[in-house]
T-cell receptor, first 109, second 112 residues
Framework: DAKTTQPPSMDCAEGRAANLPCNHS???????VYWYRQIHSQGPQYIIH???NNETNEMASLIITEDRKSSTLILPHATLRDTAVYYC??????????FGAGTQVVVTP | DTAVSQTPKYLVTQMGNDKSIKCEQN?????MYWYKQDSKKFLKIMFS???????INETVPNRFSPKSPDKAHLNLHINSLELGDSAVYFC???????????FGPGTRLTVL
């Protein structure tokens, strides 16, 4: 069973920041938080991951709370091409990604 | 240029048949995985191999047999196909166990 919970859907205006929340209250000390997205029926695309510290790359920023029980993915300037299902997942040292239902993000003009 | 590739992209077959899906990665990764995405869009891991050794084997019917001839390939063979096997199957790879996984484009299997 998935160890993360996310809102089922979210709308975002093009050009604005999209903040996607994720709860993982039962996260273990050695589990990383990973974010992927899936555009239509393509393969999941890696976005970003982190353990304790906030992370930023060319695609997004990841904010992890101090107690690690929740995180937020930030897409700084959403474009129409960012419309996708976004998955927050956890993985341990064995690499077992546990996907939940994800959040359907729709970016509107 | 493709990192993780799968063949075929679509597979339509009759119940009871045996079929294989192939996966290849040119990233030089040591670990490869198979995931299944059902009609409700839930992605679940099936298997993982590290250096050709089986690491993860989730509760999958033994009609499913992964085979890794070398580190760059992980094939999935399915015997006696059933209607419930219809799904999209994704292959993924990572540098090592627990590292970031990169997914292939998927194989849509339809069992009639």
């Amino acid at each position: 069973d998935a160890k993360t919970t996310q809102p089922p859907s979210m709308d975002c205006a093009e050009g604005r920041a999209a903040n996607l929340p994720c709860n993982h209250s039962t996260i273990s000390g050695n589990e990383y938080v990973y974010w992927y997205r899936q555009i239509h029926s393509q393969g999941p695309q890696y976005i970003i991951h982190g353990l304790k510290n906030n992370e930023t790359n060319e695609m997004a920023s990841l904010i992890i709370t101090e107690d690690r029980k929740s995180s937020t993915l930030i897409l700084p300037h959403a474009t129409l091409r960012d419309t996708a299902v976004y998955y927050c997942t956890l993985t341990d040292s064995w690499g077992k990604l546990q996907f939940g239902a994800g959040t359907q993000v729709v970016v509107t003009p | 240029d493709t990192a993780v590739s799968q063949t075929p992209k679509y597979l339509v077959t009759q119940m009871g048949n045996d079929k294989s899906i192939k996966c290849e990665q040119n990233l030089g990764h040591d670990t490869m995985y198979w995931y299944k995405q059902d009609s409700k869009k839930f992605l679940k891991i099936m298997f993982s191999y590290n250096n050709k050794e089986l690491i993860i084997n989730e509760t999958v019917p033994n009609r499913f047999s992964p085979k890794s001839p070398d580190k760059a390939h992980l094939n999935l063979h399915i015997n006696s196909l059933e209607l419930g096997d219809s799904a999209v199957y994704f292959c993924a790879s990572s540098q090592a166990l627990g590292d970031t996984q990169y997914f292939g484009p998927g194989t849509r299997l339809t069992v009639l």
